[in-house]
């Protein structure tokens, strides 16, 4: 069975940083597309990021484009968030998706305090 973990989210002030971390187990992680996607208060999840099988960033949302990273470690099967220079409308919870499974994990929160 598929599981999606994140973690790594938290509390940081405006301007700070946060490396999110998904643990991917009981699928091939390797041979698929990846992706995060965020929910604020009271708005829909939007995707934040994507990331093909080769470690490519396919997406990312105009918002994050300039201060994000996305990346993958085939090898561990983990997924990687890195956003720096936050601000306090990033706040939000983080979901790791796999686009083909449909797949989402339970979210790591992250809150940017001005």
């Known amino acids: 069975q598929a599981q999606l973990v994140e973690s790594g989210g938290g509390l940081v002030q405006a301007g700070g940083s946060l490396r999110l971390s998904c643990s991917a187990s009981g699928f091939m992680f390797s041979w698929d597309d990846m992706s995060w996607y965020r929910q604020a208060p009271g708005k829909e999840r939007e995707e934040v990021a994507s990331?093909?099988?080769?470690?490519?960033?396919?997406n990312y949302a105009d918002s994050v484009k300039a201060r994000s990273t996305i990346s993958r470690d085939n090898a561990k099967k983990m997924l990687y968030l890195q956003m720096d220079t936050l601000k306090p409308e990033n706040t939000a919870v983080y979901y790791c998706?796999?686009?083909?499974?449909?797949?989402w994990g339970r979210g790591t929160q992250g809150t940017v305090s001005s």
């Open positions: 998706y796999c686009p083909r499974l449909e797949d």
């Open positions: 990331v093909n099988p080769y470690n490519v960033p396919t």
